[in-house]
């Protein structure tokens, strides 16, 4: 199927030619049809399955061929961060460059210019508003502004967004708009709390599931078995020679990527923290100093893992194993895009392991373990079941050597570092 076989209006083919689309993914084969049929849809999809032009081609369609007032908000896209809405109001300038539409980018961290914009957007009426739940709430508590024009609702990346805590937001927003309207929710995965969302807020919804994707076999997967006072050791050991360019090392709390930044600035590598807590302008400068090389090492929470769109990230570092299958795939699949190679290493340390092991049984493979280098000491066991059993601070009783470790015969065990209490 090509995108020519959509009932598009001619205008958007012109603009999808400019921009060579040819051939819909799946999640735009099955969700695009669907939505221009005007139906609810709830939609499992991760992101770098298309899903933005999913919903941003079929929207911009039945705008252009619905009648709806000029002066008014016309549709509503929530997502939960700043980046995602930038990357979203990027792709809505694409896609509606030969199209009489306007759109505005409503979210936190600007200044009082763009704050003016976004007010003037929604209050003379863009027809496409796409928001953060917060900074939308910010202005509908300053300004009187008219919803009633509103039949397109989209929520991108909902379980993240509740995950953020923002259901009372979106309930509050929900609540001003029209009943009488066509809602699409998309989440990279289903769990009860997005079911419930759903039925509140969606009418008799068509549901589209899309697979997990498996990461492309030009990423290289690998990881270190470790213990966690020997994660630092091994970044150490990684970045000894020389930096490789643009790494991203998540981590899942704001505090440890904190940490590990400062960590590795002191030791002189060109290394900055990207996170949710970070002012706007901070953000925005950070990125733009990583996409221009002047950053090497990029330590961020997986607010960096949706969205973000950058194609010559080389490697990606796991400070642990991430708690959903979803997150990994996502976290890897920053590198190796544009038809391009690139690795990622997970530290895997005992607390790790039953959530390495997850990832291993999803990927149906064994992902290859390195031997942990002289300097950083003793490979723990891999065992991931003795792993799940044990309580959070129960120890292995039995130990492996690397190789390397075996060739120093006893005297490896003096090099061990101290044991450390995980940083949680």
């Given at each position: 199927m090509t995108f020519e076989e959509f009932p598009f209006n001619e205008a958007l083919k012109e603009g999808l030619q400019a921009m060579n689309f040819e051939k819909p993914t799946p999640v735009q084969e099955q969700t695009i049809p669907v939505i221009l049929a005007k139906r609810d849809v709830i939609s499992c999809a991760q992101t770098g399955t298309g899903k933005t032009a999913a919903f941003l081609l079929p929207l911009l369609n039945n705008l252009m061929t619905d009648n709806h007032d000029k002066k008014k908000v016309n549709a509503i896209i929530m997502s939960p961060t700043r980046e995602l809405a930038q990357q979203i109001d990027q792709q809505m300038e694409g896609f509606s460059y030969f199209l009489p539409i306007s759109s505005v980018a409503v979210y936190g961290g600007n200044d009082s210019q763009a704050w003016d914009v976004q007010r003037n957007g929604l209050t003379r009426g863009a027809d496409v508003v796409i928001a953060t739940p917060g900074r939308m709430l910010s202005h509908i508590n300053l300004q009187n502004i008219d919803f009633s024009g509103v039949k397109y609702l989209i929520l991108d990346e909902a379980d993240r967004m509740l995950d953020m805590g923002f259901f009372d937001d979106i309930m509050r927003i929900v609540k001003l708009l029209p009943a009488d309207r066509q809602t699409i929710m998309f989440s990279a995965t289903m769990p009860h709390k997005i079911r419930e969302l759903a039925k509140t807020i969606l009418n008799n919804p068509v549901e589209i599931k899309i697979a997990i994707a498996r990461p492309p076999d030009s990423i290289m997967q690998a990881a270190y078995i470790c213990t966690e006072s020997q994660k630092l050791l091994i970044l150490k050991h990684l970045f000894s020679v020389n930096v490789p360019n643009k790494v991203i090392i998540f981590a899942?709390?704001?505090?440890?990527?904190?940490?590990?930044?400062?960590?590795?600035?002191?030791?002189?590598?060109?290394?900055?923290?990207?996170?949710?807590?970070?002012?706007?302008?901070?953000?925005?400068?950070?990125?733009?100093?990583?996409?221009?090389?002047?950053?090497?090492?990029?330590?961020?929470?997986?607010?960096?893992?949706?969205?973000?769109?950058?194609?010559?990230?080389?490697?990606?570092?796991?400070?642990?194993?991430?708690?959903?299958?979803?997150?990994?795939?996502?976290?890897?699949?920053?590198?190796?895009?544009?038809?391009?190679?690139?690795?990622?290493?997970?530290?895997?340390?005992?607390?790790?392991?039953?959530?390495?092991?997850?990832i291993e049984d999803f990927l149906e493979k064994t992902i290859y373990k390195i031997p942990l280098p002289p300097e950083v000491g003793l490979m723990p066991a891999y065992n991931p079941k003795a792993a799940s059993e044990n309580s959070p601070r129960g120890k292995f009783k039995g130990r492996t050597q690397n190789h390397a470790s075996k060739q120093r015969g006893k005297q490896g065990g003096k090099h061990r570092p101290p044991r450390q209490k995980p940083n949680n």
């Open positions: 899942g709390k704001k505090q440890r990527v904190r940490e590990l930044a400062l960590i590795l600035k002191r030791k002189g590598l060109p290394a900055e923290a990207m996170h949710s807590d970070l002012e706007q302008r901070d953000r925005d400068h950070v990125m733009h100093e990583f996409r221009n090389g002047r950053i090497n090492i990029l330590v961020a929470t997986d607010i960096v893992a949706r969205g973000i769109d950058i194609d010559d990230i080389t490697l990606i570092i796991n400070y642990e194993a991430p708690r959903d299958v979803e997150d990994y795939v996502h976290r890897i699949g920053r590198t190796a895009r544009a038809e391009a190679k690139g690795m990622a290493i997970t530290l895997v340390s005992e607390a790790d392991q039953p959530r390495f092991k997850n």
